[in-house]
């Protein structure tokens, strides 16, 4: 989606996602260190960005919406807390290298095999050594349940996939499953998901 179809896909309702954090990152977030350096990938209306920032954490939010973001400000007023804000295309942001203690991507399956290629290099090169990687997405599965996420087959994660596209890291986790979910209208219903928390190596 363009620039203009999110923002007028972000303006069209109230937070079409929620306000509270997803499940996944909830139950897994004890892993990030306190005080933790955060980027929060595609962040939009800011629901997850919002709540690491509740928890003490120093968040980065990117996200390609100026409407979503501002929604984003918005909720982080409303808790009284204070995110950074970077308003781009993640596939030609100027991605930090080895910056953040924790990156977070929630389904941020809008990416193409090609683009999600880009960005998955992009996360790994960005966390430090050390650092986690936090991301959740759809299996090919969902689009059976249609209950969120595109409706784009190759846009959906597997096991084999992610094992692939982030080899060389521990992985901590990595779970597929169906679950119930109640995010917004945006993610509501019986889902297929795909679950990953990976370690950078340290430097030797």
């Given at each position: ?137 759809y299996r090919p599965e ?27 890291f521990e992985i901590l ?32």
């Amino acid at each position: 989606m363009s620039r203009e179809q999110w923002d007028s896909r972000f303006a069209a309702a109230d937070y079409i996602f929620g306000t509270e954090p997803n499940a996944f990152l909830r139950r897994e977030a004890g892993r990030i260190a306190a005080g933790s350096d955060v980027l929060a990938v595609a962040d939009g209306e800011g629901r997850n960005g919002v709540w690491l920032a509740r928890q003490g954490h120093q968040v980065t939010a990117v996200d390609i919406s100026a409407v979503g973001q501002r929604k984003a400000a918005n909720l982080a007023s409303r808790h009284g807390v204070s995110l950074s804000f970077h308003l781009a295309d993640l596939t030609t942001w100027a991605w930090p290298v080895a910056r953040y203690d924790a990156i977070v991507a929630i389904f941020i399956q809008f990416a193409g095999p090609a683009d999600r290629a880009t960005l998955f290099s992009h996360m790994r090169n960005a966390v430090k050594p050390g650092g986690l990687i936090l991301l959740e997405g759809y299996r090919p599965e969902q689009l059976g349940y249609g209950t969120g996420g595109p409706p784009i087959a190759e846009n959906m994660y597997d096991e084999a996939m992610l094992r692939a596209a982030f080899a060389g890291f521990e992985i901590l986790s990595l779970t597929a499953y169906d679950a119930e979910i109640a995010e917004g209208s945006g993610h509501h219903g019986q889902s297929a998901l795909i679950d990953l928390v990976a370690r950078r190596p340290l430097a030797p």
